[in-house]
């Protein structure tokens, strides 16, 4: 059985090629309708096709937002010798990115002692090293 956006448990593709993996996390604002209107507009069929266009068109060959509580961890991959900072910024320059991130950023609120943005996190641990 497939598994669906908001299940917990879900299947992902294999990967033929080596990509660089890059996670970053925000918070949303403590409020359940806020926290409910930015998951509505993040449902398949809710987020507008110039979005998911440029977030491909940057080179994210994938991205997965994950949610608890208030705190949301995004998960990217891009090419493994690609610089993720430039593919980031140039996703900004595609069009209604920056409309968007203004609609986002009326559910988000930023990490304590950081600016609303979202932010790259440190691994800290992997079970192929280990």
Not at 35 to 58: C, D, F, M, R
Not at 117 to 128: G, N, T
Request: net charge negative; aromatic share 10%; with cysteine.
């Amino acid at each position: 059985m497939k598994k669906q956006l908001g299940d917990k448990e879900y299947m992902v593709k294999k990967h033929t090629t080596v990509n660089k993996r890059v996670c970053l996390a925000l918070d949303l604002k403590n409020d359940q309708e806020s926290q409910a209107k930015y998951k509505w507009h993040h449902l398949p069929e809710n987020v507008w096709k110039e979005i998911n266009e440029g977030i491909k068109a940057s080179g994210v060959k994938v991205m997965d937002i994950y949610n608890i509580d208030m705190r949301m961890y995004m998960i990217c991959e891009v090419d493994a010798e690609a610089d993720f900072d430039t593919i980031w910024n140039e996703m900004g320059t595609y069009p209604r990115q920056s409309e968007w991130a203004e609609l986002m950023a009326n559910f988000q609120q930023a990490l304590p002692g950081h600016k609303l943005e979202w932010l790259k996190m440190e691994r800290v641990f992997s079970l192929e090293n280990a």
